[in-house]
T-cell receptor, first 114, second 112 residues
Framework: KAGVTQTPRYLIKTRGQQVTLSCSPI?????VSWYQQTPGQGLQFLFE???????NKGNFPGRFSGRQFSNSRSEMNVSTLELGDSALYLC?????????????FGPGTRLTVT | AQSVTQLGSHVSVSEGALVLLRCNYS??????LFWYVQYPNQGLQLLLK??????LVKGINGFEAEFKKSETSFHLTKPSAHMSDAAEYFC??????????FGTGTRLLVSP
């Protein structure tokens, strides 16, 4: 089975622009979660989608948004980029809704905001 | 709120030595705990998980972890370190649905 894929792998944007990141989960997985990883804040949960519905959201400003499509692929969008949004954005997929279900991570998208 | 604390941002061992990475959790309910590893410029790879079925959990690459409720700990061990184990390790707790709360990570350095 193919793993979680994320595109693009690297991205450079200018402050004030917006960006869209894409995540394709493992085939059959219906839950997709997004995380932000920075040296200062570590790994932080952004949001989780299941069957096109956002079920859980982290403590991020409204500039961060996401969606999930009927094929379980997910996108996240960051509007009005700030320098502090520079980070590795990780997507993870999971096979079901159980709290103990493991999540499988993609390689991440490295976003640099200049 | 559920959380995990990793003691030691860096751990150095010699090849062949015991690896011990520490994780303590805070939870008022039985926790679902995970260990992940991250190699440079890569995503997170699941090493093992605890879901109350057994207190000693065996994972991939020879790693294992023991859940100790009395000590609120879930430390990761490997009997003999290999150079390829050099990476950053994260302990995490699932706080509901698929939300993982991660520790700050421990970088494992392995010297020949």
């Amino acid at each position: 089975k193919a793993g979680v894929t994320q595109t693009p792998r690297y991205l450079i944007k200018t402050r004030g622009q917006q960006v869209t990141l894409s995540c394709s989960p493992i085939s059959g997985h219906r839950s997709v979660s997004w995380y932000q990883q920075t040296p200062g804040q570590g790994l932080q949960f952004l949001f989780e989608y299941f069957s096109e519905t956002q079920r859980n959201k982290g403590n991020f400003p409204g500039r961060f948004s996401g969606r999930q499509f009927s094929n379980s692929r997910s996108e996240m969008n960051v509007s009005t980029l700030e320098l502090g949004d520079s980070a590795l954005y990780l997507c993870a997929s999971s096979s079901n809704t159980g709290t103990g279900t493991e999540q499988y991570f993609g390689p991440g998208t490295r976003l640099t905001v200049t | 709120a559920q959380s995990v604390t990793q003691l030691g941002s860096h751990v150095s061992v010699s090849e062949g030595a015991l690896v011990l990475l520490r994780c303590n959790y805070s939870s008022s309910v039985p926790p679902y705990l995970f260990w992940y590893v991250q190699y440079p410029n890569q995503g997170l790879q699941l090493l093992l998980k605890y879901t109350s079925a057994a207190t000693l959990v065996k994972g991939i690459n020879g790693f294992e972890a023991e859940f100790k409720k009395s000590e609120t700990s879930f430390h990761l061990t490997k009997p003999s370190a290999h150079m390829s184990d050099a990476a950053e390790y994260f302990c995490a707790v699932n706080t509901g649905f698929q939300k993982l709360v991660f520790g700050t990570g421990t970088r494992l350095l392995v010297s020949p």
